[in-house]
């Protein structure tokens, strides 16, 4: 048996190529959307793709499973509940199916979506019971797959449901048993995601704080604690991933150049540029209304997260082979509207006679100076842009807590008649932040380029908790 994990860091996500070698023939298990890493891994091991398998619909990323069965001629296996509406076989509870020597056996395990399934594999050349389950988004690595994804109305429902699928049912296992999650650290379909991929039954069941013997009720509570806000892409992934993504026959689409005048005209009609440089050039040289999204794992989160998916995009790039990994990371939630990458970036556009832009950029050191300015009109109303957990751990006192995912909706409760700057942990979700407001008009805004942990190794003080986070005042 050979098992070929492949992992998406920013999205925290984990999918696997299991195979029977001696036959030649191979599964992939919660497939991305990019599937061409399967082929050439398949192809480098003389492996036939038979079998597409799926545990859920996905609420964070873009299925790749239509178009990797579409292109092996593979069968595309999900939980009955699923009602895919193009070419799949639905499976039931205690249905089986073969990979080679390797037995699979679905077993019912919803509540982090209410059709959601596991698998347990069999090595049948030694024997006729489990090696190894994979646990889609059900029993994570030192956490639970969250059940309020779907809406808070379902969330304590499917945590019930969770609760029964964990004890009832992927307990039973033998503790030897391994553990293969689709979602690892980094993902927001949970918190407190251990950073090792796969564990065992018997080890989560030691250590994994969740599966401690407990009421339903207290499981509930506990699992919806704390969880991390929503990005707003995720509402649209289990729609598309249900009709049907989009087929990319396995090519990752052009980002070809676009003149300045057709960006001016793509802007025009409507598109949003997106600034990939790093936050230090963009804070410095800027097209108006841009946003800075740098390119990093989380690019792709952060793109849906701000960007409606219907509205095209224009990239502003530093160099040409930032091209591939944005429009993977692009595709990967469903952006299907890249419409290419401005030619020549802001030299081109400041070289053509457009004005440009720039932000206020703040050291830890120069934030504690205008904070103790002494007429409020020149202190800065600071904006905490990370999670509600990180910013109760310690944040600069006095700082306002906004996740910056949420920064769009709350734009009317800001000042206009003061600074404002935007502090996170390392300058990546300001640098974001900042642009949100510079492209919402206002006009006097900074990105704190030192982040929380800079701040508290300066030797400035923390405040802990929730004061200053319902907003600004």
Do not use: K
Request: net charge negative; charged share 20%.
């Amino acid at each position: 048996m050979r098992i070929e994990p492949f992992a998406i860091s920013g999205l925290g996500h984990q999918s696997s190529l299991i195979a029977d070698d001696d036959a030649g023939v191979a599964a992939v298990v919660d497939p991305r959307r990019d599937v061409d890493l399967y082929l050439e891994t398949a192809q480098a091991h003389g492996l036939r793709i038979t079998h597409v398998v799926e545990t859920h619909l996905h609420n964070d990323y873009v299925s790749g499973g239509r178009d990797l069965a579409a292109l092996t001629d593979a069968e595309h296996v999900i939980g009955a509940g699923a009602a895919l509406r193009y070419e799949h076989r639905g499976l039931t509870d205690r249905a089986t199916f073969d990979v080679g020597a390797l037995h699979f056996e679905v077993l019912d395990t919803p509540g982090h979506t209410p059709e959601h399934v596991s698998y347990t594999v069999s090595d049948t050349t030694r024997a006729n019971e489990p090696v190894l389950v994979f646990s889609g988004g059900s029993m994570l690595v030192g956490a639970v797959g969250r059940t309020d994804l779907l809406g808070a109305d379902q969330a304590i429902p499917y945590a019930h449901a969770m609760y029964h699928s964990l004890h009832d049912t992927l307990l039973t296992l033998e503790d030897f048993v391994a553990v293969h999650p689709t979602h690892g650290a980094g993902s927001l379909c949970s918190t407190g995601i251990s950073g090792t991929p796969t564990s065992t039954i018997g080890f989560e069941r030691r250590y994994d704080p969740l599966l401690a013997p407990m009421e339903v009720e207290a499981f509930a509570r506990a699992l919806l604690a704390g969880q991390p806000t929503i990005p707003r892409y995720f509402a649209r992934m289990r729609p598309i991933n249900q009709g049907g993504p989009t087929l990319l026959h396995g090519q990752i689409p052009d980002c070809p150049p676009r003149s300045v005048a057709q960006v001016v005209a793509d802007v025009a009609a409507g598109a949003q540029i997106v600034d990939a440089r790093p936050a230090s050039r963009h804070v410095t040289a800027h097209i108006p209304g841009s946003l800075s999204i740098p390119l990093d794992d989380s690019f792709g989160t952060w793109l849906g997260w701000v960007i409606d998916l219907d509205r095209p995009v224009v990239l502003v790039i530093e160099q040409a082979s930032d091209i591939d990994p944005l429009m993977r990371q692009a595709l990967r939630i469903g952006q299907d509207q890249v419409l290419g990458h401005l030619d020549g970036g802001v030299n081109a556009w400041a070289a053509s006679g457009r004005p440009t832009e720039a932000s206020g950029r703040l050291s830890a050191a120069e934030l504690a100076a205008a904070l103790q300015a002494p007429e409020r009109a020149d202190r800065p109303l600071l904006i905490d842009v990370r999670q509600a957990s990180e910013y109760d751990e310690g944040h600069v006192p006095g700082a306002v807590h906004i996740a910056g995912g949420s920064l769009p909706d709350r734009l009317a409760e800001l000042p206009r008649d003061r600074p404002i700057a935007c502090m996170c942990a390392a300058g990546f979700r300001a640098s974001i932040a900042t642009s949100l407001l510079r492209s919402a008009g206002f006009e006097r805004v900074s990105w704190v380029s030192d982040g929380v942990p800079i701040w508290r190794a300066s030797g400035y003080p923390l405040e802990i908790g929730r004061a200053g986070s319902r907003g600004p005042v």
